[in-house]
């Protein structure tokens, strides 16, 4: 599904029009983004939680070549936890 195709699924649920369901939608992830640059977690009871985590520092290899070592650095990466509702429909328990 891509965000045409999920705009207008929410549109059709939420019976509004296709140009508010897509302020809603963008609305939603100007927010989620804002919330993990800041730090935050975002939940939404049973479905997950949005995460900003870092991942730190390492040593790796150049893979154009092998020989050299390469250093990594720290970065901030989103993460998601999904949450009891959604792995149970994805189990096929609801």
Known sequence: MNKATLIERIAAEAVVSKKQAEAM?????????????AGNE????????????TRHARGGV????PSERIQIP??????????KTLKDALKGKI
């Open 74 to 83: 720290e970065v901030t990466v989103a993460k998601f936890k999904t949450g």
């Open 62 to 65: 150049n893979p154009q070549n």
């Open 42 to 53: 975002v939940t939404i009871t049973g479905f997950g939680t949005f995460l900003a985590r």
């Open 25 to 37: 939608l963008e609305g939603l992830v100007k927010i989620i983004i804002s919330e993990l640059k």
